[in-house]
Every structure is written in C-alpha cells, then in structure tokens.
C-alpha cells in the first residue's frame, strides 16, 4: 500500500472517528417523575430537566404523549453541550384511580426515541393539601399567592388561573378585595362548598395600563364577610408591559442601540449580620445609537437599584448598583430581580436575578 493510500485511510478513520465523538447526547436526572396524588379534573404540572452532555447542540425534535389527556412543551431551541433544556407535562386526569403515561421524546441524538414516564395517583380529595396548596389562610388554602402578567403588549388581555380549596364544613364564596381597573376576576364556581376546589381567574386589560414597564399592586382573598386587608390574605399582582417597535423601519433597526450586560444573574455572599450588601452590574451599548433605559424597576422591596446614567451612548456604558436589603428578604413573595425596560427592539426587556446565600 502506497504512502498516500496509507495517508488517505488514517484521515477517513480520523474524520469518522470524530463525527462518531462529536454529536449531542442526552441525560436526565430521572425518567420518571412521581406526582403523588393529584386532583380529578384539576391539571397538574410536572417538569424534566434534559441535559446535553455531547459535543453538538441537542435539538428536541418532538414530544408526543401517549394520550390525549397530557399537553406537552418543551425547549424549542438548540441546546448547547452542557446546558440543559426542559420537557414539561401538564396532566388533566379524567378518571379516577392510579395512572402511569409516557412520552416519546424524538432528538438528533438519536435515531430512537427517548422515553419519559410520569405516574401516580387520581382522587376526588386530597389526603394533603400543603403540597398542592401551600398558601394557609386558614379555612381555605390557594396554589400560588404571587400573580405574574409576563412579556404584555399593548392591547393584550391575558388570564391567570388560582386555584383554592375550602377546608371548612360550610359553604364559602371567594372575593377579592381592592382589584384595579386593570384587572377583572372570575370565580368558579362562584360558591365552594366544604373540601372542594375551585378557580379565581384573573384576566388583565392591558389597555388600561398607564405605564411602560413594571406595574404592581396587590390584592386581597376575602375569607369570610367582612373580613381585613392583612399580609397574611394578601396576593401580589405584577405585569410587566412591553415597548412597541412594531414601526421601526429595517434601517432604524440596523442602527438601534444593543444592550449588553455584564451579568444577567447576580450571587450574593450570605449577609450574616450585614444589614445590607451591593453588587455591580455594567451595563452597555454596542450599538449604534444611544442607549435609552426607560424603566428601572425592582419586583420586590428587598432590593434596591440605581444606574450611573440612563442615556448611554454608543459604545459607552453605565454601572448598576443592586442592594439586597436584609430585613426584607424573608418578608417578600416571589424571587428579587432588577427590570430594565430599553429601546433596544432585540432586547427591549431584560431581567436580573439576585441569587443570596443562605
């Protein structure tokens, strides 16, 4: 066999060897994710974490569950080697009793699917309520007492669903307290008797907003007639409300501002005994034109923010300081975070989470 022939061979083995090692490849931590007892007829939610340990983007392709009765979502985009993705499940039970369902996972890591498998148990009550219903206003309990309206346009009028239990013997009628203009709720059904479960849906009227960015306020469940506003019945309610560019033209787009951030997730040292501690965050533009930041926001009273300059020109930059606030942080519902609200039409919003060490 000639020099060159002998060459040839060993580059061949050489690239397939590589595209044999160079390919995604998927994990997950479990395959199978127990839900406990779940309610008849009340969806429940349930998440894997998907991780790429390859060397390639992992794409999920498709998930198909085997019944109808399952509605599925997952990571649409490329998953980079080592991060992770998700595949979340949302189970509406129709009948009683145990079940175990399955879900096909379709990726460019393979050719054959990867299976994931949820199970437990159907019932008419509840044995347990904290997990389902962790939030105690005594003779009811609700899932969740810190409302978000996420990414809102203008005109927009989107719905958020609580649910709530009864634990009491007598009939009881849900009612909120102190509602805006900007929101309306329903309640199904309208009377609840003793251990049964209903829904507060609460729909947003985006019209009606008077601000861009950040717009809180906070409600209260009414747990009997004439019942107080008090920490313990109040729920949150935060909607963040977003620019319109929809006239831009494609040249103001090409000679928009861009937004760049040093940090999008900010870990903070325990504070001990500190009352407080401040962290950093540059903030610049590597655009074309000036940077404007037209909201600064924080979610919650445990942080506090400012920024060196709200006009950033191009090529320039601003530092934000971020202050977490220790006799808040175990007072607030919901995560700290920092909005910045810009004319950036790519990165219009952008959220930074404050991490603190316990």
């Not at 199978?32 to 991780?51: D, H």
């Not at 096909?104 to 309520?129: M, W």
């Not at 977003?242 to 940090?263: C, V």
């Not at 962290?279 to 533009?285: L, S, T």
Request: net charge neutral; aromatic share 6%.
């Amino acid at each position: 066999m000639s020099v060159k022939r002998t060459f040839l061979s060993f580059l061949w083995c050489a690239f397939a060897w590589i595209a044999a090692v160079a390919q995604p490849r998927l994990e997950v931590v479990s395959d199978v994710a127990n839900m406990g007892e779940i309610m008849y007829q009340l969806p429940a939610k349930v998440s894997f974490t998907l991780r790429n340990t390859g060397t390639e983007p992992l794409l999920i392709n498709e998930v198909i569950p085997s019944c109808g009765c399952t509605a599925v979502d997952w990571t649409h985009e490329p998953v980079a080697p080592g991060a992770e993705g998700m595949v979340t499940a949302i189970y509406d039970a129709k009948m009683l009793g145990v079940f175990q369902k399955d879900f096909e996972i379709y990726t460019n890591a393979s050719d054959e699917p990867f299976y994931l498998h949820i199970q437990g148990r159907v019932v008419s009550k509840l044995s347990d309520y904290s997990g389902t219903f962790p939030i105690d206003l005594g003779n009811v309990r609700l899932n969740v007492n810190n409302v978000e309206f996420d990414n809102v346009n203008k005109g927009d009028s989107p719905m958020v669903e609580l649910q709530i239990v009864n634990m009491g013997r007598k009939s009881y009628k849900p009612y909120l307290m102190h509602l805006p203009t900007y929101l309306s709720a329903q309640y199904v059904p309208e009377v609840l008797s003793g251990g049964r479960i209903g829904k507060i849906l609460l729909t947003l009227d985006s019209e009606k907003l008077h601000q861009m960015g950040l717009t809180q306020t906070s409600v209260y469940l009414a747990r009997k007639m004439g019942d107080k506003v008090s920490d313990e019945n109040e729920i949150t309610v935060s909607a963040v409300l977003l620019p319109d560019f929809s006239s831009l033209s494609a040249a103001e787009r090409l000679n928009a501002p861009r937004l760049e951030l040093s940090a999008d997730t900010i870990d903070m040292e325990p504070l001990g005994r500190k009352r407080k501690r401040t962290m950093e965050v540059e903030v610049r533009n590597t655009g074309k034109s000036t940077l404007e930041v037209r909201s600064l926001q924080v979610f919650n009273r445990a942080l506090t923010v400012s920024l060196s300059e709200r006009n950033i020109p191009a090529g320039g930059a601003a530092k934000m300081k971020v202050t977490v606030l220790a006799k808040y942080l175990d007072k607030v519902k919901g995560s700290p975070r920092v909005l910045l609200i810009t004319n950036d039409p790519a990165r219009s919003k952008e959220i930074i989470t404050v991490n603190v060490k316990q």
